[in-house]
């Protein structure tokens, strides 16, 4: 008899998705299940509730399944996990509104049973406040269903580590990483509330049944710990392996650092060794063992549990020079490919030569921050480089930074078009704006076109540092981001309207996208998600005059927010310090992104140091297995589409 042991690791039951919709489809539709069932008993079901960005496409799911699928919220009563504290009911940053946004206004759920911790009730008032939320759980029978989410430090609702198994429902200090993680949610973390109120661990855990959703590779390590490791307090959510019915939704991203998806040659007995499984091995062994790979010995192999892949390779010696070669084919100055050379394992074509090179930038410096040197070198090597910017960026420009230059009028004419009021009716409208503007208070439109004209002016300087003319600079402005506020739209047809004119306009053989899916914003995510719709439906469609797309190839990069693994990447190009510095002046042009930046997440450093730093790692990664230094290295995966 086989016995499955692939997930023999794992101290709580993990179901993988192929992507966070995937997942979300899925407990929406256990959710759903659980409303039905109750219904058909004549009971209601209560319901324990999540906040942030990993459950909006479970609501999102849950909305459609009530417009389209008849689901009925009627029976439900809901529980929120926590709330900030103080914060009043209709900031944005509120998670009352964020359900009132998400699900409560949009379902016929009975206003009266949704219960969320208030953040406005009177600080003498808190301790009763928190009783009488438990009291009404209680009342209403219990948890049957609970929702969570997984914080990067292990939290549970806002339990942060430390947090006793016995905790009930209670005003708790927030963690400073939370408090960055959440960041991205206000203006800089000085904004973020220091407290919050948040359910218990032990009010969790008494839920008849947990669902626990991560999505992204940022949870990876968190997850891995709270499935693997022992329980403890210091992380919160690995005290869930003492529930009896609980599981973990996660994407392959959030699943990369489970054993079985990061070692299977230590779950499964059995492992086909692909040369892309056989490279993630050696790179995993030389790295713990601090060893060039050409250094890596039959020993190593079988004191790593890799002795099946000696069996089946031979020995050492010859798996070494297959993933020293590999890994050294990977480097290119010549990302464009070289012309007239006959390369069969360089990472792009000779031919055609010049080459359509689109690079599509989030932001508007995400093209010099993640890939500013490749950019430098396709145009110096004679290729047609495009940028489309795909948003405004107006977000992440601060209010002081407009009044600094709310003097320039350069722009403003056309900007407003030829029947809008004059620059200085203008100038005037948005300083006494500025001036009382409330906190949280989202921007006039035409605040928000100051802020995008000043980011498209520095997007404008960059690409001229690079040497591209305007002719070569595309502002998409895609819809779903213009929504003022930190929250965007989903992809819409306009934003896949606008980038399939634009594909098929320049016609391309190499399209460069973010592939950086860690961005707290989302921005990113939806970006990739508009570019892949966009190719493949130009694909499917075979329209005629899109015959460029069968020759069209697709390397995603990664922007300030991580960067790609070792192992995967497929494209490495090397910097000098001399092209370290270009690069670095280059995004030193986005001035209205330096020294404070808004919405910047867990991370403090500004752009242009997490480019140098995780462009710096990399190359020392490439230099720890053995291969030549440089000061720096751009990593680059493709997408087959």
């Known amino acids: 008899m086989n016995i499955d042991l692939t997930d023999s690791f794992e101290r709580i039951p993990v179901r993988i998705v192929a992507a966070p919709v995937d997942g979300a489809r899925w407990v929406a539709a256990e959710v759903a299940s659980a409303i039905r069932q ?69 379902v016929d759920i009975d206003p009266a049973r949704c219960h969320i911790p ?25 948890i049957d269903l609970q929702i969570l989410g997984i914080g990067n430090n292990g939290h549970i609702g806002f339990n942060e580590p430390g947090s006793s198994i016995h905790s009930r429902t209670r005003l708790v200090n927030l963690d400073i990483s939370t408090r960055l993680a959440n960041a991205y949610e206000f203006q800089g973390v000085s904004e973020v509330p220091r407290l919050a109120l948040t ?26 710990r709270a499935v693997e490791g022992p329980v403890t307090e210091s992380v919160p959510a690995s005290l869930l392996q003492q529930h009896d019915d609980c599981t973990f939704v996660v994407d392959a991203a959030a699943a990369s650092e489970l054993t079985r998806i990061k070692s299977p040659w230590l779950t499964s007995g059995e492992i086909e060794w692909t040369p892309k499984l056989m490279r993630r091995a050696v790179v995993d062994m030389a790295l713990r063992l601090r060893k060039p790979i050409l250094s890596l010995t039959n020993n190593d192999y079988n004191e790593h549990g890799l002795s099946d892949l000696l069996v089946e390779e031979g020995d050492a010696y010859a798996i070494n020079l297959q993933v020293f070669y590999g890994l050294r084919d990977s480097i290119t100055g010549w990302p464009g490919g070289k012309p007239g050379a006959q390369l069969p394992a360089h990472p792009e074509r000779a031919e055609p030569f010049p080459k359509r090179a689109l690079i ?104 001229r540092h690079v040497g591209l003319g305007d002719e070569r600079i595309h502002f998409q402005n895609l ?42 914003h989302g921005t990113h995510r939806v970006c990739l998600d508009v570019v892949l719709e966009s190719l493949r439906r130009i694909k499917a469609e075979g329209a005629e005059g899109d015959e460029w797309i069968a020759e069209c190839w697709l390397w995603l990069y990664k922007g300030a927010w991580q960067e790609w693994d070792i192992a995967e990447i497929e494209m490495a190009v090397p910097m ?62 493709r997408w087959h589409f």
């Open 479 to 520: 819809p779903f981001y213009e929504t003022g506020t930190i929250e965007k739209n989903p992809m819409g047809e306009e934003d896949v309207r606008l980038t399939m004119e634009l594909l098929r306009k320049i016609k391309p053989h190499q399209v460069y996208a973010a592939g950086d899916l860690a961005d707290p």
């Open 38 to 106: 109750r219904a058909s008993e004549g009971k209601g079901l209560v319901l324990g509730l999540a906040t942030g960005a990993t459950p909006r496409g479970l609501y999102n799911e849950l909305v459609r399944l009530h417009r389209e699928e008849g689901l009925s919220f009627q029976n439900v009563t809901a529980f929120n996990l926590d709330e900030y504290y103080p914060i009043e009911r209709d900031a944005l940053q509120s998670y009352a509104r964020f359900m009132r946004t998400h699900l409560f206004d949009r």
């Open 360 to 463: 599509f930038s989030p932001h508007p410096d995400d093209d010099i921050i993640s890939m500013g040197g490749t950019f430098q070198r396709l145009h110096d090597q004679g290729h047609e480089v495009h940028v489309a910017y795909q948003t405004s960026g107006n977000i992440a420009v601060t209010d002081e930074f407009v009044t600094r230059f709310l003097d320039f009028a350069v722009g403003f004419e056309g900007l407003f078009g030829g029947d809008a009021r004059p620059a200085e009716a203008v100038l005037r409208d948005a300083r006494a704006f500025i001036a009382g503007k409330r906190r949280h208070q989202v921007d006039t439109p035409e605040i928000r076109a100051i802020k995008g004209l000043i980011r498209r002016c520095e997007a404008r300087a960059t690409c």
């Open 199 to 224: 359910m218990g661990i032990a009010t969790i855990l008494r839920a008849r049944r947990i669902l626990l959703m991560g999505w992204g590779s940022q949870k990876a390590p968190v997850i891995q």
């Open 118 to 142: 208030d953040g406005e009730v009177a600080k003498d008032q808190l301790k009763p406040h928190c009783r009488a939320y438990e009291a009404l759980i209680e009342e209403a029978g219990g």
């Open 576 to 637: 000098s310090p001399d092209q370290v510095r270009q690069k670095r002046f280059g995004i030193f042009i986005h001035q209205s992104q330096k020294d404070t930046v808004p919405f910047q997440g867990a991370d403090d450093r500004e752009f242009w140091q997490r480019a140098e730093d995780r462009n710096g790692h990399t190359a020392d990664l490439y230099a720890q297995l053995g291969l030549t230094r440089y000061a720096a290295m751009e990593a680059f995966v």
